[in-house]
T-cell receptor
């Protein structure tokens, strides 16, 4: 079976740093994705990890530990526009694009 | 480059009816996947198409079906609609066929079709 867990909601302050955790148990592993979804909009791609370690992209970083089934998304210098849902997704099958998503973490950035 | 387009954006149907949703992928993308998003279940995979062939199917009843055309456009159909089918249906496109090692080959999502079943 596939199971991906992430916190339901988080609150942080503008200018601060926030870390959103994701743990997964899937039948296979061929990459982990983070997507951002603003209310009423489509998910947009943020990051991809397939090897252990940290991937940095501007204010956003994502970390993966395959042995622990664990990832986190780090958002620095938070801005009000970062208020959104953050979706952790695993691609379990080699050669197939199907993603298994967590339920998403709703982040509220306060002034 | 235009993004993924989905039509219609909003749809209201009644129980027992059927519905067809359409998706046009990004130009040059040949893989199309469909997802259902509900507040309770989150994003769930429906099916994946490449070269007019279904490559993968999620755990949904047979009332949910789809197809892909030679121009990579895709449609999904839901027959005998139930109240629980009310959801946002998202289409995602990506390059295909081979997932390049080390490359994300990420999926790009369309704006979705909001289906309400009354």
């Amino acid at each position: 079976g596939q199971n991906i867990d992430q916190p339901t909601e988080m609150t942080a302050t503008e200018g601060a740093i926030v870390q959103i955790n994701c743990t997964y148990q899937t039948s296979g592993f061929n990459g982990l994705f983070w997507y951002q979804q603003h209310a009423g909009e489509a998910p947009t791609f943020l990051s991809y990890n397939v090897l252990d370690g940290l991937e940095e992209k501007g204010r956003f970083s994502s970390f993966l530990s395959r042995s622990k089934g664990y990832s986190y998304l780090l958002l620095k210098e938070l801005q009000m526009k970062d208020s959104a849902s953050y979706l952790c997704a695993v691609r379990p099958y080699t050669g197939r694009r199907a993603l298994t998503f967590g339920s998403g973490t709703r982040l509220q950035v306060q002034p | 480059k235009a993004g993924v387009t989905q039509t219609p954006r909003y749809l209201i149907k009644t129980r027992g009816q059927q519905v067809t949703l359409s998706c046009s992928p990004i130009s040059g993308h040949r893989s199309v996947s469909w997802y259902q998003q509900t507040p309770g279940q989150g994003l769930q995979f429906l099916f994946e198409y490449f070269s007019e062939t279904q490559r993968n199917k999620g755990n949904f009843p047979g009332r949910f079906s789809g197809r892909q055309f030679s121009n990579s456009r895709s449609e999904m159909n839901v027959s005998t609609l139930e109240l629980g089918d009310s959801a946002l249906y998202l289409c995602a496109s990506s390059l295909g066929p081979t997932l390049t090692s080390g490359s994300s080959n990420e999926q790009f999502f369309g704006p979705g079709t909001r289906l309400t079943v009354l």
